[in-house]
């Protein structure tokens, strides 16, 4: 038996561990429950260079394969407010992927970095008042070794900061590894 689609998930792990996929099968499953429903990708990826358009491109290609008719939405900063905007009893939203996200906070291409504190409560309260489901997607970065640079630790930390404070507001967290999902909190 299939397990059930939670309120809320927070999917974790490394580059290429499945994180997406997983996304991608509960959009799918949900989608497949009823003809009424539909599910939004809300994308936080920014195409920089040409490997991150490839990136985003193969992305795409992937995602319209395992799941036709699921719509994109691009929110590379304003992601509290995509996620109210979209989320709704018959939809389910995917975003992909809050290091990303951080990413474009901390690290914004024209300068300027945003203190992540007022953005992150923003989508703590979008995520509790979302009226449908949503999963969210995210890198666990924080099992290797220290980084060199003060900038990358201090990178690192927020993520680590953010990725605590998503998995306390989510009903179920799922750790990927080689493509299999690890329960780390489950819906009471």
């Not at 059930?4 to 499953?29: D, N």
């Not at 996200?101 to 970095?113: D, I, R, S, V």
């Not at 969210?136 to 099992?143: D, P, T």
Request: charged fraction near 20%; glycine fraction near 10%.
């Amino acid at each position: 038996m299939a397990e059930t689609i939670a309120r809320s998930e927070f999917i974790l792990g490394g580059q290429r561990s499945g994180k997406s996929r997983r996304a991608e099968s509960l959009a799918r499953r949900w989608l497949d429950a009823g003809a009424s429903r539909r599910a939004v990708l809300i994308a936080t990826g920014q195409p920089w260079d040409e490997e991150m358009r490839a990136r985003i491109a193969q992305h795409q290609r992937d995602r319209a394969e395992r799941v036709p008719g699921m719509a994109t939405v691009e929110a590379p900063l304003a992601l509290a407010e995509a996620l109210g905007e979209h989320a709704s009893p018959d939809t389910l939203v995917v975003v992909d992927c809050l290091t990303l996200w951080l990413t474009n906070l901390l690290m914004p291409a024209e300068g300027g970095a945003a203190d992540p504190q007022a953005p992150t409560q923003a989508l703590l309260d979008a995520i509790a008042g979302a009226r449908g489901p949503v999963v969210l997607v995210g890198n666990e970065i924080g099992l290797g070794v220290i980084p060199l640079g003060r900038e990358t630790r201090a990178f690192v930390d927020a993520l680590g900061r953010l990725n605590q404070a998503v998995a306390g507001a989510c009903e179920r967290v799922t750790l990927m590894a080689a493509g299999l999902p690890l329960t780390l909190k489950a819906p009471r």
